[in-house]
């Protein structure tokens, strides 16, 4: 190794080898076949269980339990995927403590949860390690449906429209499938191949084809597929990022916090990812909170996350807060960047203290600090980027009716492009799953 925590700039290998395999290994690594077997013995089998309703994807959650409990947890998996195609990745990624274990009687009774992600991904990933793929096609309908994205929402509109007999083609802008789960994740929440691997599974059921390198817009548009197509589904996120819009944004070592955690996602050799030794990320959401812990397990001797509101209003969950805590990520709050500065590449953020007034508005105190900085990450959200025209829009989304319908006869949309719902991987997967459904009985009358 060359470089440690101190080296001054953006460089690469802070750590040796050893030490990244350990700081991006597994966060909750998997139960082995007597831990489920505990954990599902503490499940109350409720009924009327508030863990169901908690779960976007309304999985059947004391039924899987007990079907992991009596010995079968291939059908503990059968009972997730029905609803939830991606339970394999939701079982990693979901922020289960404001989702189902959040709800769990057994919180509210000890604070302590029945571990229902845990479960999840012991019964999902028994199925998957045999290769097992427990769907089969309906009879062909003869009808041909185009999926725009092949992230959450795109391929479990997709693998629902194949199940039901249609023809599906995704439409994917980039060389790889899996959306966010590919190139978004954080790294220790999804190890290995997983995200790829999950998506080579789904496609088992037949009758998708993808189509990479094809996005939606000039030269494929929406026109083109609804003249093609019996249906189009938009399930292509948000591409675009906000600006910052504070001086000296534009200078080298500021950048969206997402391209980096992109290119860490894609990266094999993660000693041969610069990082730099004070690291500032703005924002407050879980793009901030990936992006700042994955820069200190990278080795940033500091990294800092300002936030210009409070941390009530961190959109990241008080757990995600405590984990970037726990390793060593500092969470500085009422303070917005008024200026970065540097001579030919950052070198300090300006920040200027806020108070919130009681009418909920914003202002600045007029009291600045600076922080040291070698790189910047911006998370302050994303937007949709190369809408279709003619198109409504609902707070910067595409506007939906029930399940998923656009304003444009035909079209439905889904997942983070979409108004309405948190922007997670589970609630992508409903939406895309439901508005399959709509699409079937709009298709088949
Ligand atoms: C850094 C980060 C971390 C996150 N961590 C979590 C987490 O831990 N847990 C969680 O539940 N959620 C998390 N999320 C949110 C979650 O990833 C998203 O809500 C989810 O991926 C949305 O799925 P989607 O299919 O709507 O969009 P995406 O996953 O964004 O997929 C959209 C797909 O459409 C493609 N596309 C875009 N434009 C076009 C076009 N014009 N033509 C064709 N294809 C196009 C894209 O390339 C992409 O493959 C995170 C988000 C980010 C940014
Ligand atoms: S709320 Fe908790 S205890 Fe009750 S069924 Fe759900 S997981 Fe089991």
Redesign the pocket.
């Known amino acids: 190794m060359t470089h440690s925590p101190l080296t001054p700039g953006v460089v690469a290998g802070r750590l040796p080898a050893e030490t990244l395999a350990e700081n991006f290994a597994d966060l909750h690594p998997p139960y082995a076949a007597h831990e489920a077997a505990v954990a599902a013995d503490r499940c109350y089998f409720c009924h009327d269980a508030p863990c169901i309703a908690a779960c976007p994807t309304e999985i059947d959650i004391p039924l899987f339990i007990r079907q992991i409990q009596a010995g079968t947890p291939e059908a503990a998996a059968k009972t997730i995927l029905g609803q939830n195609i991606l339970g394999g990745m939701?079982a990693r990624?979901?922020?289960t403590e404001t989702l189902c274990e959040e709800a769990c009687v057994r919180e509210a009774a000890e604070g302590k949860p029945v571990e229902i992600g845990r479960l999840q991904r012991y019964a999902t990933d028994t199925m998957m390690a045999k290769g097992v793929h427990p769907f089969a096609r309906a009879e062909p309908t003869g009808r041909r449906v185009a999926v725009?994205?092949?992230?959450?929402?795109?391929l479990a509109c997709a693998h629902r429209l194949a199940m039901k007999g249609h023809e599906v083609v995704i439409?994917?802008?980039?060389p790889k499938?899996?959306?966010?789960?590919e190139y978004?994740?954080?790294s220790y929440?999804t190890v290995g191949d997983f995200a790829a691997q999950e998506i080579a599974w789904l496609l088992q059921i037949g009758g998708i084809t993808m189509e990479y390198e094809?996005?939606?817009?000039p030269q494929l548009t929406l026109e083109t597929l609804r003249q093609q197509f019996d249906a189009v589904f938009l399930?292509?996120?948000?591409?675009g990022v906000n600006a910052l819009r504070a001086e000296g944004e534009d200078l080298p070592g500021v950048r969206p916090?997402?391209d980096f955690?992109a290119e860490l996602r894609q990266t094999r050799e993660l000693a041969g990812l610069p990082v730099g030794r004070h690291v500032v990320v703005i924002g407050g959401g879980?793009?901030a909170i990936?992006?700042g812990v994955q820069a200190k397990l990278l080795g940033a001797e500091t990294v800092t996350i300002a936030y210009r509101r409070g941390r009530d209003r961190m959109s990241a969950s008080r757990y995600e807060q405590d984990l970037a805590a726990s390793k060593g990520v500092t969470i500085v709050t009422h303070a917005q960047p008024v200026a970065i500065h540097g001579n030919g590449s950052v070198r300090e953020v300006e920040f200027e203290y806020t108070v919130t007034g009681a009418d909920g508005a914003l202002a600045g105190t007029g009291e600045t600090f600076r922080l040291p900085a070698d790189q910047v990450f911006e998370a302050i959200g994303?937007t949709i980027?190369?809408l279709p025209e003619g198109l409504a829009l609902a707070g910067g989304k595409i506007a939906v009716t029930g399940a998923g319908r656009t304003g444009i006869a035909g079209v439905w949309a889904?997942?983070?492009?979409a108004a309405g719902g948190e922007?997670?991987?589970?609630?992508?997967v409903a939406e895309?799953r439901d508005a399959a459904e709509d699409i079937h009985a709009s298709l088949m009358g």
Request: glycine share 24%; hydrophobic share 40%.
């Open positions: 939701c990624v979901c922020p725009v994205g092949a992230g959450p929402a795109g439409f994917e802008a980039k499938p899996g959306g966010l789960n978004g994740i954080a929440k094809r996005p939606l817009g399930g292509m996120g948000l591409a916090a997402v955690i879980m793009t990936d992006a994303q980027e190369g889904g997942g983070d492009c922007d997670l991987t589970v609630t992508a895309g």
